[in-house]
């Protein structure tokens, strides 16, 4: 069945410096590839996305690439913020019994950025 | 908007007795998940709703858990006698959809889950 592993954290950072959390998929199929973020007491919330090979996704400064020939969406940031403190999960989505597009999560990585 | 809404927010409740989880999706989307997410651990599937009917069910991890959607709209996630190992966060989705083209995923959001307590 698919699968996502991504990055164990927790992982802690000093503002300003570069965030990279890594993250590779096994899929039957051709799935998307998401980055979900939880904020601390808030719901999950779509960060990016991307739908096909060499695809970037890309929002609030964070960037992603679907990397079919790696099976990877690493996560990156060139600087982070104190507010991007969150827990970051790796999804994908795939086809599933006919219009289910069920999402799969790696395990989340808990990120802390201080200043 | 109203996005999607889920009560109560925290349940506890003790092993053996029954709960309802209700999820309120974002009107007009068609399709709705429920979700379960363990301490550590990321959302795993529970079961689809195309409309009124569950299209699939296939993550439900035993015959004590049920889901109903009956006018299309509201769904409650129903869990009989309940045992501490389904202490977790329930987490319900809607999206617009639930079946599009060929790599054509809908978004879905999430609700802010409900937390159930097994003492």
């Known amino acids: 069945g698919d699968s996502v592993t991504q990055m164990e954290g927790p992982v802690t950072l000093s503002e300003e410096a570069f965030l990279t959390i890594n993250c590779t998929y096994t899929?039957?199929?051709?799935?998307?590839l998401f980055w979900y973020v939880q904020y601390p007491g808030e719901g999950l919330q779509l960060l990016l996305k991307?739908?096909?090979?060499?695809d970037k996704g890309s929002n609030k400064g964070f960037e992603a690439t679907y990397r079919k020939e790696t099976t990877s969406f690493h996560l990156e940031k060139g600087s982070v913020q104190v507010s991007d403190s969150a827990v970051y999960f790796c999804a994908l989505s795939s086809l599933s019994g006919g219009s289910n597009y069920k999402l799969t999560f790696g395990k989340g990585t808990l990120l802390t950025v201080n200043p | 908007g109203a996005g999607v809404s889920q009560t109560p927010s925290n349940k506890v409740t003790e092993k053996g007795k029954y709960v309802e989880l209700r999820c309120d999706p974002i009107?007009?989307?068609?399709?709705l998940y429920w979700y379960r997410q363990s301490l550590g651990q990321g959302p795993e599937f529970l079961i689809y709703f195309q409309g009124t009917g569950a299209a699939d069910d296939s993550g439900l991890p035993n015959d004590r858990f049920f889901a109903v959607r009956p006018e299309g709209s509201v769904s409650t996630l129903k869990i009989q006698r309940t045992e501490r190992g389904d202490s977790a966060v329930y987490l319900c989705a809607s999206s617009l959809r639930g079946q599009g083209g060929w790599r054509d995923p809908y978004e879905q959001y999430f609700g802010p889950g409900t937390r159930l307590t097994v003492t």
């Open positions: 009107s007009g989307h068609t399709a």
């Open positions: 899929a039957t199929g051709y799935p998307s």
């Open positions: 991307a739908t096909k090979a060499d």
